[in-house]
C-alpha cells in the first residue's frame, strides 16, 4: 500500500488542522501566556476543517470550527498532525457562507 494513499472520511467525522498561533494568549501587561498553562476552566480551541464525511451536515471544508481540545484524537498524516472528531463535537461554526443576521458575532 502507498503512503499516499486517498483518505476518505466517514459517517460524520470531520478532520481539522488546530490553530496553533492560538494556543498561546498575551496579557494586556504583555506577557506571553503559554497554551500548557493550568487555567481555572477549560478552554475552547479553533480550527479549520480538512475534510468531511458524508454525513456531516453543518460544517464545510475551510470553516473555522470550536471544539474542546481535551476531547480530540490526533492523528498524523504525512507527518502533520491533525483532529479527528464527531460533527456533534464541534460548538460553533465560523464561516462568510452562513447567514450573518442569524448570531450578530463577527469573527
Known amino acids: 500500500m502507498s503512503d499516499r494513499a486517498p483518505i476518505k472520511m466517514l459517517h460524520d467525522r470531520i478532520l481539522v488542522d488546530v490553530d496553533q498561533e492560538a494556543g498561546e494568549r498575551r496579557s494586556s501587561g504583555g506577557i506571553v501566556i503559554p ?25 464545510e471544508v475551510g470553516d473555522r470550527v470550536l471544539f474542546d481540545p481535551a476531547d480530540k484524537a490526533e492523528v498524523e498524516v504525512q507527518g502533520e498532525v491533525y ?9 460553533a461554526v465560523a464561516a462568510e457562507r452562513l447567514d450573518a443576521g442569524s448570531t450578530g458575532l463577527y469573527l
Open 83 to 91: 483532529v479527528v472528531m464527531r460533527e456533534r463535537d464541534v460548538h
Open 35 to 59: 497554551a500548557t498553562a493550568a487555567m481555572g476552566a477549560r478552554r475552547l480551541a479553533w480550527s479549520r476543517v480538512i475534510a468531511k464525511g458524508p454525513h456531516a451536515r453543518a460544517v
